[in-house]
């Protein structure tokens, strides 16, 4: 159980953060000033990436920090779950990071699954842009009409037509649709209906260019829209693809879902804990250079002890969730279920209960576009929802601890 | 201690309730639909009032649902603050409900200062046409470069030149002032600075068209520009007016800030109450109807025991303000100083807990425009900080329940 | 929703807080003393009542502060529930007030009981005494066998022989069993068992030395005995009893809990509201009169907005439980359900967190014989208990809540 | 930052486990109840030792598991404090073993101290037989008269009078000082006056049959007397003791008090760890085997949400304190400041949060004897106090974290 990351992690991690430090946070207000001034809103058609962080991109490659998400020696950085934790945390300082280090999410899931499961067509097909960060892509999951916190509710169907498949369904919560270079969708829908719960369910590559799919429109997450990558809702109309694009094989859906799942909660939750210390920061910063009543804000009533509970708990989600990562490398996704469903509840939770409390020590300022508060504020509300809801994670963690006790429940299912 | 409403109140809260309902909600959500459409955001000068808003308004005008929240029997209802807090609570159940039944905030609080302060011809002026509904106002108290929660602090200069008032400052979070027909500013300033703290400042009637006022720009709140009204940052560089503009005298603002603050928290609170009530209601919806691991929502893990802890909760805020605003109607707000911080701490964080279960319930859809609850909760957050933040008015109730200790305190000091 | 109490109430009221705290709180802190200074601990045998308590009763019975809970005219003060309810937060401030004004639970309950079902025989026999404070009571509900928050659970049995009834059944927390006066318990069994569950028990009258009837032991609560009363476990073995003694009848059992539990609650919760702002006074006491690091502790760290949240947290639970109080004498106690739940889960739950902070602010001292607070603490405790547990009454809630939207969910089951 | 303990780390952990499920665990439940039955309560001059504790320390001293804490290789295990805080959390799960191991607060403390600071004479005398586990020790700091929350309000006196120090002053909560076997006290007063706080103090030895030593009382906590140990107070009234028992030297008591703390707070916080998990284990197995409305308590309502939530917390509470551990191992007690403090606020507050679920999911069972949850919460709720109260605790994590700030404020401090 040592989650000392390895001299190589932190050779990343000291240049990935310096590199943010030097590089990226000083164009940060810059670049979402400018995007606000542009006044796009709802409009994607007209979202445009920034050279800025082209520019970037294109730095950040050089430098080597790039894909370092991925275990492959070869095409990422060959980083462990938990080497790659602490640089995942780093990141989670700028809103910017991931994008121009390449492992902005979901496109970090996406290139995972094509990486597992993909044949080398598919590999040469999306796998390479997506790692050279030319193009990007969506995960059509969740559907607007049916509750996705139990994922075997969804409904949407792929039918097999000759060589080709068949797709219908509606889906939302697409992130990153409708970035410009937005280029390659998974698509989950059922395969085999007459198979069992975890078997029915198949997923499928489709170009955004197949006739039949169609972006409706963008959704806001918290107010914001997010562009130019975008949360948005998409129709698929009998879109017709070739069998070729099948992951897996039909009735697998599930099986890549969870492959997909593990470390990408890992990378999720430790950007959850940068994102914390950032606010965290914020607030203290506010905190010592506004005064009320004689004072610095800090040193009025219980604000000290707040910024005590606020850092004890970040520290604990940290270690929580580098527990879970160096789970994970143990003992797999599978192994490490309960450390990962722990996670997924504590680290958004405790982003949103810090960032609360950084937007009330910065008053007005807190909840305008001044500060990045209400952005971190809305990823952390969505990241409660988002890859399963906290009372899901909850039920999964309940249902392992009482499998501890399961001769109990048996010698009472006998008494009954 | 009866809180009971009168007959008069109990009419037009059942009047208001059918008018809500029949007339307004209906056309709620397809005027956002169409506001949203418009993908106005920042730029304000394109902001626009819906014919839909201006029917309304009018036919409850006629229906006599119209500045029910003046106590003046003529200009008003004349109804008790206890009278119209059941009311304020129904208007909370609609985002358009306050506008339209021209009892909407900024413009209530600041119909209640020139109604108890103003002259004649400043109440023909901007009275007159404030409660008929033709023109809105915005206050201007707030600035962006000190801690306001001290509001001692506010550091905006009025100086005297012969016959007029000269301002300068730099405001923020004035809300309503990028509504089209926001004509009149009420302009908060040290016009005394050798004055004790409490007598150092004055209130000034600013037309928005006075040379030198200035609207820099509209700030999001929670990512909503809240078109459109909106919270602007407005800067006044030596703005000239008569000196028939200042409200009562000089060193008499905070004088008026006390006045218009106790009744406008009770509405404030109710307001938020009706909107509590109406996210429980959406929630409780929504877990009916939507089925997760073959059962509805609501029946799933803790969430009945949730909707109970969220009912006692909306309940025992409601007793609350009611029993604050009956102790405005018995003692004044002075006498009722520590109830009405103990509602303005405990209404909104009820609000924003019954919005974030509610969001949690709704998954997905939650966060987004379908569903009212992200503005439901940028109105509680911000409510959090608006009008004093949580911790200020944690520290009036402090302040008065240890003053019941006096002599023991004294004692102490005479040991020391 | 008038909570004014009566004239009637109010004279009381001044004059059960004089009485309290002329001739009460003097003498409380020797009382306990002496009391642990017998050390008699388990050994209830030895128990005794005290000449002071013996004292106070006639005084306190001689200045007409006796019996005020009872709603008759002429047996009680004829208070209706909402007048009594201020009483009962008076008689919370003391530990020993309850008993020296006739008004202890579960005294007040079984009187009430008599009052209400009791036959002229039974009146006769022993709700006189009990009015007349000369003997005291038991209630035997709980079993240590079941789960008794599912009151449907109890399955002591009561089966006829002839002109008696014989009854069977362990039952614990039969709280005041100890006591060298108890003479009468009510015991509740299974009369009907083929009837359906809510008309299934019958309550009946048992005197204590009825052969067959053996108290075991004493329960601690949180450590303490609770002497002179104590908390019994109690054993029925062929216990004969004349069918004289079977309250209203057969299957009946379940009509007088509900009718013994509204009133009931509201007593319990006013008293832990009284218990509640003695705790907060003692904390504020302790706070004002101790100093560390050069402050006293009042005025360190958060202990001042822990005092507003807690004086917040305690105004909201008085406010709902006099609205219950005076829904009970609106609108019934089954009327008032919801209600009546609200506060038995709000109020003990104020209590314990009120209790434990006062603890806080006293350090050592607090968790030791030095201060009543553990005491206090242990009476919140249970009281989240006793009575039904906070689920059972979050769970009445929220079936409350959801039969206000039959309609949808009767559609749902429609579709499904 | 690795947290594997090492194979001598496991091999005794492994084997206290078993020791305590084999041969401790089966007669708990039986000494409690034996203890209880004797009703000695306050009157600790007739508190005795069980012969099954002697038995069972004889056994555990056979077995190699006997001072495990001590870092010395000799006298103890050697083991790292890492090492030694899995052996700690196993000793959690038993109210006797830490006795039974002679790893029982506060000897562990006292031997700690006289390892690292006793003189030869000093170890000889107290330190041996302390290790033999034939004497036990008390700890004399706390006073009744100062809120030692603030240690250097800590007034006894120590005086010089020729080869003699003589000692005044009232202690109290000197836990163990009602042992039969408790021969000596540590002492703490104030020696040097006029130095500045922190080397005011000096601690001294003291045996417990020196004149002028008087146990005046055993207090309780949480209405347990904690027999045969105890918590006193007790009055040093001139007591003379050689100069030779002074410890290290005058005004060197915050130097030994700091040097105790570190390692003991991660023992106190390792226990309540494996407490927690006991009580979890309580909770769930109740939850399981009793059944209410038709099913297993553990199904109903929120019960498997909560259960998830207190694994949660404990997973985090310990991943946390193995870090301290660790950290004190790598960095020394005064580096590892932050990680002490946190763990003392996290541990005992998560162990009384999930003691009082337990007691909940208990009902009346929970409160009385017949669990040992009312002990765990007596255990949790002084923990919160002793040691230094949370606040305190607080405000050194609260100091550290803007100690990174340092510039910032300073820069303020010139501007101001």
């Known amino acids: 159980m040592d989650f000392t990351p390895s001299p190589r992690s932190q050779?990343?991690?000291?240049?990935?953060r310096s590199f943010i430090e030097?590089?990226?946070?000083?164009?940060?207000?810059?670049?979402?000033?400018?995007?606000?001034?542009?006044n796009h809103g709802a409009d994607w058609t007209k979202w445009e990436v920034s050279p800025l962080i082209e520019d970037l991109k294109a730095k950040a490659r050089s430098a080597g920090l790039w894909n370092l998400f991925l275990p492959d020696k070869k095409l990422g950085a060959g980083l462990s779950t938990l080497d790659y934790a602490p640089i995942a945390e780093a990141t989670g300082h700028s809103l910017l990071a991931p994008e121009i280090f390449n492992c902005n999410a979901p496109d970090t899931g996406n290139m995972e699954v094509l990486w597992h499961c993909g044949t080398e067509e598919q590999k040469e097909a999306w796998l390479k842009p997506l790692l050279a960060g030319e193009i990007r892509s969506a995960f059509c999951m969740t559907e607007p009409d049916a509750a996705s916190s139990d994922a075997t509710n969804i409904a949407a169907a792929i039918t097999e037509d000759g060589d080709h498949l068949v797709l219908n369904g509606r889906k939302w919560w697409a992130t990153g649709i409708g970035h410009p270079r937005c280029r390659i969708l998974i698509f989950m829908g059922v395969s085999n209906p007459e198979a069992d719960r975890h078997h029915r369910h198949a997923m499928v590559l489709v170009p955004i260019e197949t006739p039949?799919?169609?972006?409706?429109?963008?959704?806001?997450?918290?107010?914001?829209?997010?562009?130019?990558?975008?949360?948005g809702?998409?129709?698929?109309?009998?879109?017709?693809?070739?069998?070729?694009?099948?992951?897996?094989?039909?009735?697998?859906?599930?099986?890549?879902?969870?492959?997909?799942?593990g470390p990408g909660r890992i990378h999720h939750c430790m950007r959850a804990i940068g994102a914390a210390e950032r606010a965290l920061e914020l607030m203290i910063r506010r905190g010592i250079t506004r005064t009320a009543f004689g004072k610095p804000l800090i040193n009025l009533g219980g604000n000290r002890e707040l910024i005590a509970d606020l850092r004890m708990a970040i520290d604990q989600a940290r270690l929580l969730t580098l527990h879970a990562a160096w789970k994970i490398d143990d003992a797999g996704a599978l192994g490490a279920m309960n450390e990962i469903s722990?996670?997924?509840?504590?680290?958004?939770?405790?982003?949103?209960?810090v960032v609360d409390e950084a937007i009330q020590m910065h008053g007005g300022a807190g909840v305008c576009h001044d500060f990045p508060l209400t952005a971190l504020f809305s990823m952390a509300r969505s990241l409660r929802i988002a890859d399963g809801p906290d009372a899901v994670h909850r039920g999964v963690i309940a249902r392992l601890e009482l499998g501890k006790y399961k001769s109990l429940i048996d010698a009472q299912h006998g008494k009954g």
Chains 1, 2, 3, 4 share one sequence.
């Not at 997924?344 to 982003?351: E, F, S």
Request: net charge negative; no cysteine; charged share 25%.
């Open 212 to 231: 039949g799919v169609t972006v409706k429109r963008m959704l806001t997450a918290f107010g914001e829209y997010d562009e130019p990558y975008g949360h």
């Open 22 to 38: 030097e590089s990226i946070a000083p164009i940060e207000e810059s670049y979402f000033t400018e995007l606000l001034s542009k």
């Open 342 to 353: 722990a996670i997924k509840v504590v680290a958004p939770n405790v982003l949103q209960r």
């Open 233 to 261: 809702e998409v129709w698929f109309e009998n879109v017709r693809v070739p069998k070729a694009n099948l992951l897996l094989g039909p009735g697998r859906g599930f099986e890549i879902a969870q492959m997909r799942l």
């Open 11 to 16: 050779d990343f991690l000291s240049r990935a």
